[in-house]
């Protein structure tokens, strides 16, 4: 069990911190939420082997090294899952396909000059749903420009 000074520090480091029970209370773990290649890779081993690819994203995530048994290191990397796919949730598009990844990576890189494979899932997909907003932003400006471009050139 971590006191709250050090609990600050790796979310210092970290960002945000996962706390995870188990139900009878007895097991502990403190969790970063993985990179954007972390759940790439997550991605990839699960098409082979669920099970493994559960236990993969735990693993990654765990912040203690401990022994923890295979039940709650499965339930606490499903845990893990729901919460990506709650911070996959925005409103200006439908969360990307698995082949669209790569394209929002680029798009979050050219916007914030970030490498997008090292961010949290949630700050990659705020940082997605923000360089979504810059590009409609920069499209609607550009669309204006035009307009005042053609009716200036064509008026006379």
Known sequence: MLDKPIIEKLKEKYGSIIKLTSDDQLTTAYLKKPSF??????????????????????????IEEEN????????AGTSIISIIKKDSEFNIDATPQKDEFKKSAALIRNAFQVDPYKLSMDE?????EEALWLQKHHESRMENTFISAFSKTFSN
């Open 37 to 62: 290649s972390t759940f790439l890779n997550y991605q990839k081993k699960y098409q082979d082997d669920p099970h493994e690819a559960i236990l993969y994203l735990f693993k990654e995530c765990v």
């Open 124 to 128: 990659f997909y705020k940082l997605l």
């Open 68 to 75: 923890y048994n295979d039940d709650f290191m499965l339930s």
